[in-house]
């Protein structure tokens, strides 16, 4: 049986919310195609480099957010199920319905996964309830970071880790860095990117909110970032 679920109605949307919704309304196999453009020309990385380092980050009890379609999260599962590693509680997370709507489908068949509606500034799940978060390719995506980082801390049990890897200002040389800046500007204009960080910016807020930076990785325009709850 599925455990793939929707929660219980969400609290008013705000309108930055609302975009968010609006903006990744696309069907699953072209949010897909165009993930991977973004990944190769703005983020310059691969999914495989994604993969290994998320799937180092996966405890018995999980939180993944934003799931999106669930592309990622089936290939980080399905690499440590080959790795032998084991794979308990995963909870997956997204503000978009037509995003939830596809990790459910994604997910039918996997008795540990739950899919649930939410947002990451205001989750329904009580304080110290998971071992390990992993937020991919969102972050930058977030209207309300400060929020996100707030409620990862609270879900977080003391001593917990949250992976990320963040988006940054592009940097590198050109033509590279001006690709990579339009790419972003249009996200902006579509409302699919909040904004990229620079990376100082992005590691004083995991330490003021209170995490320990374990280990910030720059891998072309991103930060793969592991920070631990302080206990
Ligand atoms: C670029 S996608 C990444 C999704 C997935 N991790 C992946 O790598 O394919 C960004 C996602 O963030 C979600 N999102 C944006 N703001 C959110 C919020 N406040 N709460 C939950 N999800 C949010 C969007 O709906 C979208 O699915």
């Known amino acids: 049986m599925s455990h793939a679920s929707v929660t219980a109605p969400l609290p008013p949307a705000s309108a930055a919310l609302d975009r968010i919704d609006h903006a990744y309304s696309d069907p699953a196999w072209w949010y897909n195609l165009r993930?991977?453009?973004?990944?190769?020309?703005?983020?310059?990385?691969?999914?495989?480099?994604?993969?290994?380092?998320l799937e180092q980050n996966i405890s018995a009890n999980?939180?993944?957010?934003?799931?999106g379609?669930?592309?990622?999260?089936?290939?980080?599962?399905r690499w440590r199920a080959f790795r032998g590693r084991p794979i308990g509680r995963i909870v997956a997370v997204d503000y978009s319905e037509t995003m939830v709507a596809a990790a459910q489908q994604a997910f039918a068949r996997w008795r540990s996964v739950e899919v649930a509606r939410g947002d990451v500034a205001n989750l329904p799940y009580?304080?110290?309830?998971?071992d390990s978060i992993n937020i991919a390719n969102g972050f930058?995506?977030?209207?309300?970071?400060?929020g996100a980082v707030r409620e990862m801390l609270r879900v977080l049990k003391p001593g917990g880790t949250v992976a990320t890897n963040v988006l940054?200002?592009?940097?590198?040389?050109q033509p590279l860095r001006a690709i990579a800046q339009r790419i972003d500007d249009w996200?902006?204009?579509?409302?699919?990117l909040i904004r990229p960080f620079e990376l100082d910016d992005i590691l004083s807020k995991f330490r003021h909110a209170g995490f320990e930076i374990v280990d910030a990785d720059v891998r072309g325009n991103?930060?793969?970032?592991?920070?631990?709850?302080?206990?």
């Open 62 to 67: 999980h939180l993944e957010i934003p799931v």
């Open 187 to 192: 996200g902006i204009r579509k409302g699919l």
């Open 69 to 77: 379609t669930g592309t990622l999260l089936n290939l980080v599962l």
């Open 126 to 130: 009580a304080d110290s309830e998971f």
């Open 35 to 53: 993930g991977l453009g973004i990944l190769t020309f703005a983020y310059r990385t691969t999914v495989w480099s994604q993969v290994a380092f």
């Open 168 to 173: 940054l200002v592009p940097r590198g040389p």
């Open 222 to 231: 991103t930060v793969n970032i592991l920070a631990r709850k302080c206990a």
């Open 140 to 146: 930058h995506c977030f209207p309300d970071p400060d």
